[in-house]
């Protein structure tokens, strides 16, 4: 029905310099219905809900919102008022505010008054609270919460506005499955409620579970629009990338003969602001991949950055290729450890920069890419475009900043970085595919394993279990600062594997 359209963009177009990342788009919206946005990484879909919400403003096209015909030029304000809500793929919440502030900031009238009601507003929270299920502490610092916490403020911010459109940019790359779950019941209920939904996400799954019809998206096109009752996950695929795709899985190693490259042993941390390490012991062998499972905040970024030499033990001791290692005095990055950090703006990339500076980053040394005292500019260059013809950067240009790029594109640049060092021999992959595409995680899984077979020792850190189960030769648990159980991948079950998750255990008999 004519009426029932909320969102109606015709023939959108938007480039960056000569790249067209929207290309003569049609959406339309229906009123109530959560419509689901997939395609590749760069394949202009952050671009063209940017437009919707005012934050970009369109070449060519119209966009009209619930019948209004939008001006070429919008704020996300005006957008705001016309009952649009968006978060972001990448986080915009001011870290060093509390939740609540986040929450309000922005929507809180006029400044006296806020002040002045801010028990009524604490009051709002409450509810709010309790209308979505999502149960936060308004007094935390967003620094201090993990990144799964970070993405329900951005919801709880968009639902204080009192939205009827909520768009949703990969909301559940940074949520562990249980979260994802508690996110999609919401999301069903605000349906219910007769609220409109747009979501981006790259797991095909979730599309199938959560949508009702799907806008595929490929090269700033609109590759195919489907009602997901009558689609497969395949077909989904193919539109996406335009070819059928394998999937990578390992081949299971086991063990007994090899000595470990890394030990670590009864690791504790107090200075985390997070869960420390509570003598967390972990063993890793040379050509085996390692995956720890286990729930958002329970020291994985803490075990991470204790092996970046960045969080000081308190006790416990680590021991490289059986010596001692002091890592108080020096750090294992000089050793061959490669990190690809779980969040690649904070940790992984100068956002400013050029892709090559990123990808040269720590590489500046090396004396191939010297000519007597000077840099030799054309070896950084080859080098640079080397990688990103490997890693399928794409647009393929190191001139453009980092910021410029997509989402998953950024990610494949720390990828290239990190991947490509010539001492490498322990990877320490920290959700090494958040936010990619299925063929840039297949990518990514391919890289992980021929590094593995080339015996390398591998370190997976992923909320993902299908991931996990895919990659890892043994699985360990990681449970309030501790392993709780590591074993042969094939010996686990997800009902296990999720009783461990939860702190749990298996009778003893
Ligand atoms: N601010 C910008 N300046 C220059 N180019 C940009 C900018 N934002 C996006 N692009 C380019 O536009 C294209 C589409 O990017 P967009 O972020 O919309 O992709 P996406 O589909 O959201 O990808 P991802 O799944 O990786 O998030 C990409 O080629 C990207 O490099
Ligand atoms: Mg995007």
Redesign the pocket.
């Given at each position: 029905m004519e009426d029932s359209v909320v969102i109606r963009m015709r023939g959108v177009s938007?480039s960056?310099?000569n790249?067209k990342?929207?290309d003569n788009v049609d959406m339309e919206v229906r009123k109530g219905e959560i419509l689901a946005i997939l395609?590749?990484?760069?394949?202009?879909?952050?671009?063209?809900?940017?437009i919707l919400f005012g934050f970009?403003t369109r070449d060519e096209g119209t966009v009209e919102i619930e019948g209004n015909v939008m001006p070429l030029v919008y704020s996300p304000r005006v957008a705001m008022e016309m009952g649009l809500a968006m978060v972001h793929?990448h986080f915009k919440l001011v870290e060093t505010l509390p939740v609540a502030e986040n929450i309000v900031l922005g929507a809180e009238g006029k400044v006296a008054r806020f002040v002045y009601d801010k028990r009524k507003t604490r009051e709002k929270l409450k509810s709010l609270y309790d209308y979505s299920g999502i149960h936060l502490n308004s007094d935390t610092l967003i620094r201090d919460l993990p990144l799964g916490d970070r993405q329900k403020v951005e919801i709880l911010k968009a639902l204080f506005r009192g939205c009827r459109t909520l768009i949703l940019?990969?909301p559940t790359a940074v949520l562990t499955p249980q979260e994802t779950e508690n996110m999609f019941s919401l999301l069903r209920n605000l349906r219910e409620q007769g609220m409109t939904i747009l979501i981006?996400t790259?797991k095909l799954s979730e599309v199938l579970q959560l949508s009702d019809r799907v806008l595929v998206?490929r090269a700033?096109r609109v590759a195919g629009l489907f009602e997901t009752s009558h689609t497969s996950e395949a077909e989904l695929a193919r539109t996406m990338v335009g070819y059928e795709l394998g999937s990578s899985k390992t081949i299971r190693q086991s063990c007994s003969s090899l000595s470990p490259t890394l030990q670590l042993e009864n690791l504790s941390t107090e200075d985390s602001a997070g869960c420390n390490l509570k003598g967390l012991s972990l063993s890793l062998y040379p050509g085996r991949i390692v995956g720890i499972a286990g729930v958002d905040g329970n020291g994985q970024r803490e075990l991470v950055e204790v092996l970046a030499g960045i969080l000081p033990l308190s006790s416990g001791t680590v021991l490289l290729n059986g010596s001692l290692f002091d890592m108080g005095r020096r750090k294992l990055a000089e050793s061959g450890l490669r990190i690809i950090p779980e969040d690649r703006h904070r940790q992984g990339l100068v956002l400013p920069l050029t892709v090559q500076d990123n990808i040269m980053a720590g590489y500046r040394n090396r004396i191939d890419m010297r000519k007597g005292p000077f840099f030799d500019i054309e070896a950084i260059h080859s080098f640079t475009d080397g990688l990103i013809e490997d890693f399928d950067i794409?647009?393929r240009s190191r001139e453009?900043?980092a910021?410029?790029?997509?989402?998953?594109?950024?990610?494949k640049i720390v990828l290239a970085r990190e991947l490509s060092e010539s001492d490498l021999s322990i990877i320490v992959a920290s959700q090494p595919t958040r936010?990619?595409?299925v063929g840039a995680i297949e990518f990514t899984h391919s890289q992980l394993l021929k590094h593995k077979n080339e015996g390398r020792t591998i370190l997976l850190i992923s909320s993902d279990l299908d991931e996990i189960e895919a990659l890892s030769d043994e699985i360990a648990v990681i449970y309030d600062g501790k392993i709780t159980v590591q074993r042969n991948a094939d010996d686990f079950d997800r009902t296990t594997l999720g009783l461990y998750m939860g702190g749990g255990r298996e009778d003893v008999v």
């Open positions: 938007k960056f310099g790249n990342a929207n395609g590749e990484n760069g394949a202009g879909k952050s671009t063209l809900m940017k970009y793929q940019d990969e981006i790259h998206m700033g794409r647009p453009l900043k910021q410029q790029m997509s989402g998953g594109n950024q990610q936010g990619l595409d």
